[in-house]
């Protein structure tokens, strides 16, 4: 199997972002369910997106915005899963941080839980 269709691991999150499809000037948004350093799951209850269409999506983390552009690969009932065409090392960089900023929020409401257990126990 070839690196390009190999699935990157997901992280799983609920983050709302704005995006737009190219060529237009309306802004929506919706919410990433998960993601990669490759590509991530757009939820929109009704989306009106086909294979093919290019995306322009929001990122802030922390005090950083970023827009990075993606192509809708395929779409289903509740959204659409999205590659993302990294333009430059700082696009790929938000999403890495991001990915960072998911599981270290996690491992530590882990530690938090397992603080509260272990003193209630």
Do not use: C
């Amino acid at each position: 199997m070839s690196l390009e269709r190999q699935i990157a691991p997901r992280i799983p999150l609920s983050m709302e972002v704005e995006y737009r499809k190219s060529y237009s000037r309306n802004q929506n948004q919706g919410t990433l369910k998960n993601i990669s350093l490759t590509g991530a799951f757009l939820e929109k209850e009704t989306p009106e997106f086909l294979p093919g269409d290019r995306l322009h999506l929001v990122l802030n983390v922390g005090s950083r915005v970023r827009k990075l552009t993606a192509e809708v690969i395929w779409r289903g009932q509740k959204g659409v899963g999205v590659k993302f065409h990294h333009s430059n090392n700082r696009d790929l960089q938000i999403v890495d941080d991001l990915m960072y900023f998911v599981l270290n929020k996690r491992e530590s409401q882990k530690d938090v839980l397992g603080d509260i257990f272990n003193k209630v126990g």
